[in-house]
Protein backbone atom coordinates (compact mmCIF):
# COMPACT_ATOMS: atom_id res chain seq x y z
CA UNK A 1 0.00 0.00 0.00
CA UNK A 2 1.69 3.58 -1.05
CA UNK A 3 1.74 6.05 1.79
CA UNK A 4 0.65 9.37 1.41
CA UNK A 5 4.14 10.79 0.93
CA UNK A 6 4.85 8.37 -1.76
CA UNK A 7 1.64 9.08 -3.84
CA UNK A 8 2.83 12.48 -3.73
CA UNK A 9 5.76 12.23 -4.60
CA UNK A 10 4.63 10.46 -7.36
CA UNK A 11 2.30 12.61 -8.79
CA UNK A 12 4.70 15.67 -8.24
CA UNK A 13 7.55 13.70 -10.66
CA UNK A 14 5.02 13.04 -13.41
CA UNK A 15 2.87 16.02 -13.22
CA UNK A 16 5.17 17.76 -16.06
CA UNK A 17 5.92 14.52 -17.98
CA UNK A 18 2.18 13.64 -18.48
CA UNK A 19 0.91 17.19 -18.87
CA UNK A 20 3.06 17.53 -21.83
CA UNK A 21 2.04 14.09 -23.33
CA UNK A 22 -1.18 15.30 -23.03
CA UNK A 23 -0.83 18.37 -24.51
CA UNK A 24 0.87 16.91 -27.55
CA UNK A 25 -2.27 14.83 -27.63
CA UNK A 26 -4.86 17.21 -27.59
CA UNK A 27 -2.99 20.35 -28.63
CA UNK A 28 -4.66 23.49 -25.77
CA UNK A 29 -2.84 23.73 -22.92
CA UNK A 30 -5.84 24.11 -20.21
CA UNK A 31 -7.62 21.02 -21.79
CA UNK A 32 -4.09 18.94 -21.11
CA UNK A 33 -3.75 20.77 -17.29
CA UNK A 34 -7.94 19.41 -16.81
CA UNK A 35 -6.76 15.51 -17.88
CA UNK A 36 -3.99 15.68 -16.02
CA UNK A 37 -5.44 16.84 -12.98
CA UNK A 38 -8.68 14.83 -13.78
CA UNK A 39 -6.11 11.74 -13.66
CA UNK A 40 -4.27 12.83 -10.57
CA UNK A 41 -7.76 12.81 -9.06
CA UNK A 42 -8.84 8.93 -10.14
CA UNK A 43 -5.63 7.43 -9.08
CA UNK A 44 -5.93 8.76 -5.70
CA UNK A 45 -9.92 7.69 -5.64
CA UNK A 46 -9.64 4.54 -6.70
CA UNK A 47 -5.68 3.07 -6.41
CA UNK A 48 -4.68 5.24 -3.37
CA UNK A 49 -4.73 2.21 -1.68
CA UNK A 50 -2.16 -0.16 -4.29
CA UNK A 51 1.16 -0.52 -3.96
CA UNK A 52 3.73 2.27 -5.02
CA UNK A 53 4.94 0.29 -7.52
CA UNK A 54 2.20 -0.48 -9.72
CA UNK A 55 1.08 3.23 -9.63
CA UNK A 56 3.20 4.67 -12.58
CA UNK A 57 1.07 1.61 -14.89
CA UNK A 58 -2.11 2.72 -13.09
CA UNK A 59 -1.54 6.29 -13.67
CA UNK A 60 -0.58 5.80 -17.15
CA UNK A 61 -3.65 3.29 -17.78
CA UNK A 62 -5.70 6.50 -16.67
CA UNK A 63 -4.28 9.19 -18.50
CA UNK A 64 -4.86 7.39 -21.82
CA UNK A 65 -8.46 6.57 -21.04
CA UNK A 66 -8.93 10.25 -19.53
CA UNK A 67 -7.33 11.61 -22.95
CA UNK A 68 -9.83 9.39 -24.94
CA UNK A 69 -12.76 10.52 -22.97
CA UNK A 70 -11.76 14.00 -23.82
CA UNK A 71 -11.68 13.26 -27.37
CA UNK A 72 -15.04 11.89 -27.46
CA UNK A 73 -16.55 14.79 -25.23
CA UNK A 74 -15.68 17.04 -28.19
CA UNK A 75 -16.52 15.32 -30.94
CA UNK A 76 -19.87 15.01 -29.12
CA UNK A 77 -19.87 18.82 -28.33
CA UNK A 78 -18.67 19.50 -32.47
CA UNK A 79 -21.17 18.11 -33.34
CA UNK A 80 -24.13 19.80 -30.91
CA UNK A 81 -22.84 22.90 -30.51
CA UNK A 82 -20.15 25.68 -32.00
CA UNK A 83 -18.07 27.87 -29.44
CA UNK A 84 -17.55 31.59 -30.51
CA UNK A 85 -14.23 31.26 -28.79
CA UNK A 86 -13.74 28.30 -31.86
CA UNK A 87 -13.84 31.25 -34.04
CA UNK A 88 -11.38 33.58 -32.21
CA UNK A 89 -7.98 33.86 -33.70
CA UNK A 90 -4.79 32.60 -32.16
CA UNK A 91 -3.55 33.94 -28.59
CA UNK A 92 0.05 35.30 -28.77
CA UNK A 93 0.64 34.22 -25.25
CA UNK A 94 -0.15 30.36 -26.24
CA UNK A 95 3.79 29.78 -25.85
CA UNK A 96 3.97 30.53 -22.48
CA UNK A 97 4.50 27.18 -20.23
CA UNK A 98 3.99 27.84 -16.87
CA UNK A 99 4.99 24.48 -16.26
CA UNK A 100 8.89 25.01 -17.91
CA UNK A 101 8.56 28.03 -16.72
CA UNK A 102 8.79 26.89 -13.16
CA UNK A 103 11.71 24.08 -14.08
CA UNK A 104 14.10 23.63 -11.63
CA UNK A 105 17.73 24.67 -12.84
CA UNK A 106 20.42 22.58 -12.73
CA UNK A 107 24.13 23.60 -12.44
CA UNK A 108 24.38 22.57 -16.12
CA UNK A 109 22.11 24.94 -17.46
CA UNK A 110 23.07 27.93 -14.79
CA UNK A 111 26.49 27.51 -16.33
CA UNK A 112 26.11 27.21 -19.95
CA UNK A 113 26.45 30.54 -22.49
CA UNK A 114 23.00 32.85 -23.27
CA UNK A 115 23.67 31.57 -26.99
CA UNK A 116 23.97 27.31 -26.15
CA UNK A 117 21.24 28.06 -23.86
CA UNK A 118 19.06 29.50 -27.03
CA UNK A 119 20.49 26.85 -29.78
CA UNK A 120 19.19 24.47 -27.26
CA UNK A 121 16.02 25.88 -26.44
CA UNK A 122 15.61 26.47 -30.38
CA UNK A 123 16.79 22.62 -31.08
CA UNK A 124 13.98 21.02 -28.31
CA UNK A 125 11.24 22.94 -29.87
CA UNK A 126 12.23 21.42 -33.66
CA UNK A 127 12.00 18.31 -31.50
CA UNK A 128 8.24 19.07 -29.92
CA UNK A 129 7.16 20.09 -33.34
CA UNK A 130 8.40 17.34 -34.86
CA UNK A 131 6.45 15.17 -31.94
CA UNK A 132 3.42 16.81 -32.46
CA UNK A 133 3.36 16.01 -36.06
CA UNK A 134 3.34 12.23 -35.55
CA UNK A 135 -0.29 10.36 -35.82
CA UNK A 136 -1.67 10.11 -32.35
CA UNK A 137 -1.09 6.16 -31.43
CA UNK A 138 2.74 6.80 -32.88
CA UNK A 139 3.46 9.84 -30.73
CA UNK A 140 1.62 8.11 -27.42
CA UNK A 141 3.60 4.94 -28.10
CA UNK A 142 6.91 7.03 -28.55
CA UNK A 143 6.33 9.09 -25.35
CA UNK A 144 5.34 6.65 -23.28
CA UNK A 145 8.48 4.41 -24.40
CA UNK A 146 11.52 7.33 -24.65
CA UNK A 147 9.83 9.16 -22.85
CA UNK A 148 8.37 7.79 -19.66
CA UNK A 149 10.70 5.30 -20.50
CA UNK A 150 7.84 2.41 -20.05
CA UNK A 151 9.35 -1.01 -21.23
CA UNK A 152 7.03 -2.65 -24.13
CA UNK A 153 4.68 -4.98 -21.73
CA UNK A 154 3.96 -1.29 -19.67
CA UNK A 155 3.38 0.75 -22.65
CA UNK A 156 0.69 -2.06 -24.89
CA UNK A 157 -0.65 -1.97 -20.92
CA UNK A 158 -1.26 1.68 -20.79
CA UNK A 159 -2.32 1.76 -24.61
CA UNK A 160 -4.73 -0.86 -24.92
CA UNK A 161 -3.00 -2.98 -27.53
CA UNK A 162 -0.67 -5.77 -27.89
CA UNK A 163 3.22 -5.37 -27.80
CA UNK A 164 3.97 -5.67 -31.67
CA UNK A 165 1.60 -2.79 -31.99
CA UNK A 166 3.77 -0.44 -29.53
CA UNK A 167 6.51 -1.85 -31.73
CA UNK A 168 5.36 -0.83 -35.07
CA UNK A 169 4.18 2.12 -33.71
CA UNK A 170 7.87 3.62 -31.56
CA UNK A 171 9.47 2.03 -35.11
CA UNK A 172 7.64 4.54 -37.51
CA UNK A 173 7.89 6.96 -34.69
CA UNK A 174 11.45 7.13 -34.80
CA UNK A 175 11.90 6.42 -38.36
CA UNK A 176 9.60 9.65 -39.21
CA UNK A 177 11.18 12.04 -36.62
CA UNK A 178 14.85 10.62 -37.69
CA UNK A 179 13.61 11.57 -41.57
CA UNK A 180 12.23 15.19 -40.58
CA UNK A 181 14.99 16.24 -38.07
CA UNK A 182 17.65 14.85 -40.57
CA UNK A 183 15.77 17.22 -43.06
CA UNK A 184 16.41 20.00 -40.82
CA UNK A 185 20.05 19.24 -40.44
CA UNK A 186 20.12 17.45 -37.17
CA UNK A 187 21.26 13.97 -36.43
CA UNK A 188 19.24 11.37 -34.67
Not at 140 to 146: I, M, P, S, T, W
Amino acid sequence: MATEKELSDFLKSVEKRAFKRTAFAVRDDDSALDIVQDTMIKLCQSYGDRPAAELPLLFHKILSTTTMDWFRRKKVRQSMFMNFSDLAGSNPDSDFDILETLEDLTASHATESAADATSREQILQLIEAKIKDLPDRQREAFLLRYWEELDVAETAFAMGCSEGSVKTHCSRAVRALAKSLGQLGLKW
